[in-house]
């Protein structure tokens, strides 16, 4: 069984640095073909995809965060984390990691299972 | 970046009606395409890919079409589990987007 859960601050203060661990339980990310990803969506709004790491090491991001955002990953501690720089207000939002879909036969960026998402307020 | 837009913004329905969703994205995708579901303070589920491949333990009153830029996801007779937000999502071309989400409400 495929779970994933998201933790991290509650709260960050403008200007800072945010980061988010994904314990993932279920697959491993050595595996070819697994990928963990990373979407955020503020309150009321709809979602937006932010990052997501390879079993290869492969990284992909969203080019309107690219410069603020990192995504790394830990095989041995099925983990990984999301680092994003310069928090605003506007960061405000549930973050959600999330595993990338395989079947039998090929991959692809559907996301099947998801963390319950925690939430970060970016406020002073 | 692959613009979506989801229409309507909002649907008002009944239990037993039959709802239709539409996503329309800025440029082809061929079949790279997904729906998924969200309820109240829960994470989205996916309910189908590929355009019409019903994920696995899906009600198979979820169906999809389309093909290029338009696709539809229909509900054909909706139940109370089914009052939430759809979004769809296009992976034909990074980076991956989102719709804004249509919400389904009771009439």
């Known amino acids: 069984q495929i779970t994933l859960k998201e933790s991290g601050p509650t709260l960050v203060k403008p200007t800072q640095t945010l980061t988010l661990t994904c314990t993932f339980s279920?697959?491993?990310?050595?595996?070819?073909?697994?990928?963990v990803g990373w979407i955020r969506q503020p309150p009321g709004k709809a979602l937006e995809w932010l990052a997501l790491i390879y079993w290869d090491d492969d990284e992909r991001y969203s080019p309107s965060l690219r410069s603020r955002l990192t995504i790394t990953k830990d095989t041995s501690k099925n983990q990984v984390v999301l680092t994003m720089t310069n928090m605003a207000p506007v960061d405000t939002a549930t973050y959600y990691c999330?595993?990338?879909?395989?079947?039998?036969?090929?991959?692809?960026?559907?996301?099947?299972?998801w963390g319950q998402g925690t939430l970060v307020t970016v406020s002073s | 970046d692959i613009q979506m837009t989801q229409s309507p913004s909002t649907l008002s329905a009944s239990v037993g009606d039959r709802v239709t969703i539409t996503c329309r994205t800025s440029q082809s995708i061929s079949r790279w395409l997904a729906w998924y579901q969200q309820r109240p303070g829960k994470a989205p589920k996916v309910l189908i890919y590929e355009v019409s491949t019903l994920q696995s333990g899906v009600p198979s009153r979820f169906s999809g079409s389309g093909s290029g830029a338009e696709f539809t996801l229909t509900i054909s007779s909706l139940q109370p589990d089914d009052f939430a937000t759809y979004y769809c999502?296009?992976?034909?071309?990074?980076?991956?987007?989102f719709g804004q989400g249509t919400k389904v409400e009771i009439k």
């Open positions: 999502q296009q992976y034909d071309t990074y980076p991956w987007t």
């Open positions: 279920g697959f491993s990310l050595s595996t070819s073909g697994v990928g």
């Open positions: 999330a595993h990338r879909y395989c079947s039998t036969t090929s991959c692809s960026e559907v996301f099947d299972y």
